[in-house]
Structure formats: structure tokens, C-alpha cells
């Protein structure tokens, strides 16, 4: 085995937390929801194996709070679709999102709901622990801000119920609501281009409320320490630190040339830089201070200068005024709040892994607060300022009121973060809102299996590119004779690993009364499946999944290609090969091995059909060892007899019917 390779192996903390972004509790999972799930399943698989079972917690649950739900509960019961309570609703909900979860092999620990069940009071808890540590900060501050107010209805609105333009700089969404925009962008309601109220469909007006905010630039300097630590120590994505740099920027307005003459003739501006690139269609001005360019703002909208605001850390909103959501512990400030949906979501999951583990008291810190626990935060990219600066400061700000490191023993840890970009439905964005929805993950099973879905998705580059997702049976524009891109992936388990595996066993049925040759495996074949097994292991911490799913497809093919030259070069029952199908069924073990996390059906059928100890084969702990170490001391190991017929990655019906 190569020496360097196996000295500079990557470090795995002692215990670890999975978890992924939680799906909305007003609909069920689409294709985009099942990719990023598949990730972190794999991910909590292969940790498991890497570190052993009772040293990983895969919590996610359905995150059920939020305007969107209430509105589309609303909706629903306007309609007379739907009669039971918001509660009935949501539940509804968890319970077909669950079982789409079980049909594609997410082996989460734990699957909550932040409004109810078991998980309810745990999170409960959670929210007025997290809530008393950051009024404790000094840095939680109740502020008046506008919030939309429908005249024609009488009623303030929720964030779902205003739609108009996204105000930043370079952003074409037009599916903005009244702070935050589909692409994740947050600002201020009245920044906020063409309002309309969805309940009326006319311009709501902006009225005054109160709410408690956090004041994230308070913490600027520790977020820039966390992200050069980030650049300097971890396998983080480049755009994800890309992204979260440009919210660690000083405030900034971008003005079009077109109003500069009439902007520079403005008399009582705040103190400003002015910033020009050429070829560019505006410019740009920086302000030291949040306070300052929202003084800028006023005057410029006064004076009728169009313009948008560039990201910044902005006052994190923390509570909202719906009925519908977590209580806020009420205080001498302000009563009758609700947390709103997106810091409260931020910490379900340490809600979850109380509940899984039953704690009531501090056992959770174990995970989350100790130097040796890491969190890995499987997200879509929109949600990177939430994961990343928000979630951070959060964390911070539960240290008191003068953190003096990021990470300081017993406090919050930082979670990894790491995010997926896109999955492009025939080359749209897999979106509920997009012009063209995305096929729900449950509807995939008619025409694929779950292993082939899961094989797919993991071997698309989605960490680092918008990949596309272009199922042959859902695609109106496919050819006849083109193959399904969907199954490229699959194959490599279903005709290809499944063929040498079944070809090998059968050999050993008909010629050696299906017991494994004595012998331990060639020199070269052993030093190629350690050195692979390192390279897989070096490439899964990088989160470099679809890499590790190019090295399995030369690996496994190459087995087919021994067994082929073997079966025509000599006779069975002979020296040579006894030692090829030693050699052989290593390189099986080896595939097998770093295959579990990808398809721990069929993988796991083969460490059955070896009659060996599942637990043992697919620990980490023992991923050098030959095959023969897991025969329990048997100098004739004897494996199951295999039927005709019997395959350890199956084709879905409908493929078996074209064939």
C-alpha cells in the first residue's frame, strides 16, 4: 500500500451529527429534496461504518412552521380541500415525506416535527434556552421595522403573502416575499421592488412593528477568523466561502451611471467611498456602518435615485408576530411573539438530537459542544447566509457578551457546511414555484428503482455544478433510441458488479460445492484495493462523492475483466485458480466495502450471501483485511447457495419489460 497515502490519512472526529436541510411541512419531497437527502444519508453511512454505528446521529425532521405553510394551509381550507386543523395539516405531511424517506433508504436516526410529537417539547425547550442565551448577549435588540399591511383585508401580512422583485444587486428573481427572495437574498421589507399583496392583489402599505433582532455585525471579526480557519482546515466547497465573504463586506449601494450626476449633487449624503470599475453599468459607494447607509438609503428614495443594496450583515431578524410558530419567552420588552421559521429551524436540530437521545439535560453537548463532535450540514446553496454567517452568530451569541474565540471548549461548535448546488430538472431549477415542477421523489419509483435514484444522484458533481436531471420517461424531447441518463450510474451495480458477483458465486457452486478457496489474494491485487480504499476515504472526506463513484466504476469493471480472463484462461479446482478467484473475490470485498454507503440493499445481501459478520465486513475498522479474516477461523468457508435468477442490485420492472 502507498505509505504516504496511509501516513497522511484525513483525521474523523470521534462522534458526529448528520443532518440535512429540513423539507417544508406543506408538501411532499421532489427530486431536488430526495438528491440532498441521498448525500447525507450516504455521508451518515459511510461515517457509520468509519467510526462505528453508536458514534454517529442522523436527525432531520419536517420543519413545520412558517408563513409558506400557513399560507398554503389557508389556501386549502379557502378552497374546502383540506378540514382539519393546521396541526392535522403539517402532520399529514411529515407522514408522506417520512415514508418517501424509508423508500429510498434514508436511515435517519431520528425523523421529527418541530410542532408535534415526541420532538415538540424538546424543541420547545431548545427555543427558550437559545432565546434567554442571546438576550444574555447584549446583542438582541427589539427594533421597529415596517411590515406589510393589506388595507382591503385589515390584516398585517406573513413573509409569504407579499411577492414582488428582489432588490440585490445582480439578482433576476421575481419571486421575492417581503424579506427574503428564492435565491435566499434577505433585506428589508421596504426595500422590497413592486409589492403585492397576494391576498388582495393590491399594494400593500408598510406599517411599524416590533421585533427582536440580532445584531449580527457584532460579530464580523469572529466570522472572518471562522472563515480563513475554514479555507485553512476544512474540505469546505470554494463558492460556499465565496458566498459567505460577501456578506462579511462593508455596506454597499450600487447606483446607476445614469443617476450620477444627480447623486453627486446631493448635499447631506453620510460619509461614503465611491467605487467605479470600467465597462460597468454602475457604480459603487461602501459606508463604514450598517445605520449609515440605511441613511443613505432614505435619501436616495427621496430624491427619486433608483439603486440596490449589496449584502451585508444585517440586523438577523429572530421573532415575528403569526400565531403559528414557537413561543417566545415573553419579557418586560415585548410579548405575544412567535420565533420566526428560519432561526428556529437553525437549531431543530439539536432539538432532534435530544429527542433521539432522550436527554433532558446536557448529554447533547456531547455532539454539539465537544472538541471531538463535528456536525455536517447537508444544504441547497440558497441556504448558505442562513447555515453560514446567521447560524454562526446564533452560535456566538450563546457564549455571552464577549465571545473571545470561534470555537472555545463546552460552547457551540460551527457545523460543516456543505452544499449542493442545483439539481436542473430537463434544465430547470427543481423548484415547487418554477414553470416547469420537478417530479416528486415517489413518482421517480415508478420507473426506477431506489438504488438506481441513489446511484444517479451521488454521482453527479452536484457539490460543485448545476447538474441536470433529465428522466427519459419524463422527458417529452427524448429519442427513441437514446439511452436514460438516469441509469448510467445504476448500471455500473446492476449489470456489471451484479454480473461478477453472481458469476464468480456460481463458480464456486458448480465446482467447488460453494465453498471459498484457501489463499490469501496477489500482492498487486491487495496493494491496488488498499490504495483505493484510501483514495476513497481521502475523497469522501472532501465530500468529492461523484469521484469516489468514478474510481468504483474503473475498479468494479476491472473485476469483470479478471474474471473474464481468468474463466477462459484455467481450468477450475487448479492453483491458479483457486488464487483467481481469491483474488477476485477481494477485489468483490473491496467494492463492497466502499459501495455500503451507496446502495446498502444489495451491498449488504452480498455480506449475507459470504456468510459473514455484517457488522465486522463493513467496519472501517477492519477495511485492510483480507476476506478470509471474516470466515470465523473456518478453513473451508462455506457461502449461501445462490438460485438462478437471483440478482443483488435489481432493474426496476418496467426496465425488465423493455428488455
Known sequence: MN?????????????????????????????????????????????????????VIYVCGTDCYGSP????????????????????????????????????????????????????????????????????????????????????????????????????????????????????????????????????????????????????????????????????????????????????????????????????????????????????????????????????????????????????LVPFRLTGNIEWGVKVPDTAKIKNLTFWVWPESLWAPISFTKTYLQDSGDLWKNWWCSADAKVYQFIGEDNIYFYGPAQSGIWLATQGKNPLAIVPDGELKFTQIVANKHTLFLGRKASSSSETPPPMAEDLLKYYTPEQIRAHMLGANVGNNNVPFSPKPLNPNASPEEADPVLKEGSLFTNVLNRAVRSVFYVLGENYNWTIPEGEPSQSVKE???????????????????????????????????????????????????????????????????????????TEMIADYLKVDKEKFFSWDYCFENLAYFYNNESAHKIKELLPRVDFFKKHPSQLCVE
Open 69 to 312: 405553510i400557513l399560507e398554503g394551509y389557508r389556501k386549502l381550507v379557502e378552497k374546502g380541500e383540506f378540514s382539519g386543523t393546521i396541526v392535522d395539516y403539517v402532520k399529514k405531511n411529515h407522514e408522506a415525506q417520512e415514508e418517501v424517506l424509508n423508500k429510498y433508504d434514508i436511515s435517519l436516526d431520528l425523523f421529527g416535527a418541530s410542532a408535534f410529537g415526541e420532538a415538540k417539547p424538546y424543541h420547545d425547550k431548545t427555543s427558550e434556552w437559545i432565546f434567554n442565551k442571546l438576550l444574555a448577549s447584549g446583542k438582541l435588540e427589539v427594533l421597529s421595522t415596517l411590515q406589510f399591511f393589506d388595507k382591503a383585508k385589515n390584516t398585517f401580512l406573513n413573509g409569504r403573502q407579499v411577492v414582488g422583485k428582489c432588490p440585490f444587486e445582480g439578482c433576476a428573481s421575481e419571486h421575492a416575499y417581503a424579506d427574503e427572495c428564492d435565491q435566499g437574498h434577505q433585506y428589508m421589507p421596504e426595500e422590497l421592488l413592486d409589492p403585492v399583496s397576494t391576498l388582495s392583489g393590491q399594494t400593500p402599505e408598510l406599517r411599524e412593528i416590533e421585533n427582536y433582532y440580532l445584531d449580527l455585525g457584532a460579530y464580523t471579526e469572529l466570522l472572518k477568523e471562522w472563515i480563513t480557519d475554514l479555507e485553512e482546515h476544512t474540505p469546505t466547497r470554494k463558492y460556499v466561502i465565496k458566498e459567505i465573504k460577501e456578506f462579511l463586506k462593508k455596506p454597499e449601494i450600487y447606483i446607476k451611471n445614469e443617476f450620477k450626476e444627480k447623486f453627486l449633487a446631493l448635499k447631506d449624503m453620510p460619509k461614503y467611498e465611491l467605487v467605479e470599475e470600467k465597462n460597468k453599468p454602475s457604480f459603487t459607494i461602501i459606508f463604514e456602518k450598517l445605520s449609515l447607509r440605511e441613511k443613505a438609503c432614505e435619501i436616495l428614495t427621496s430624491n427619486e435615485i433608483r439603486y440596490r443594496t449589496g449584502k451585508t
Open 528 to 602: 491496488e484495493g488498499e490504495n483505493l480504499i484510501l483514495d476513497c476515504e481521502r475523497l469522501t472526506y472532501d465530500q468529492k462523492i461523484h469521484v469516489v463513484m468514478n474510481k468504483l466504476d474503473g475498479y468494479i469493471r476491472n473485476i469483470n475483466k479478471h474474471f473474464v480472463k481468468l474463466s477462459k484462461e484455467c481450468a477450475w479446482n487448479t492453483l491458479e485458480a483457486n488464487q483467481g478467484i481469491v483474488d477476485v473475490l477481494y477485489m468483490i470485498r473491496v467494492a463492497t466495502l466502499l459501495s455500503h454507503p451507496i446502495l446498502p440493499r444489495g
Open 3 to 55: 505509505e504516504f497515502k496511509l501516513k497522511n490519512r484525513p483525521t474523523f472526529p470521534k462522534r458526529a451529527v448528520v443532518t440535512s436541510g429540513m423539507p417544508y411541512g406543506n408538501k411532499n419531497l421532489h427530486c431536488g429534496h430526495i438528491s440532498t437527502f441521498i448525500h447525507s444519508d450516504f455521508y451518515a453511512r459511510f461515517l457509520r461504518d468509519r467510526l462505528g454505528k453508536d458514534n
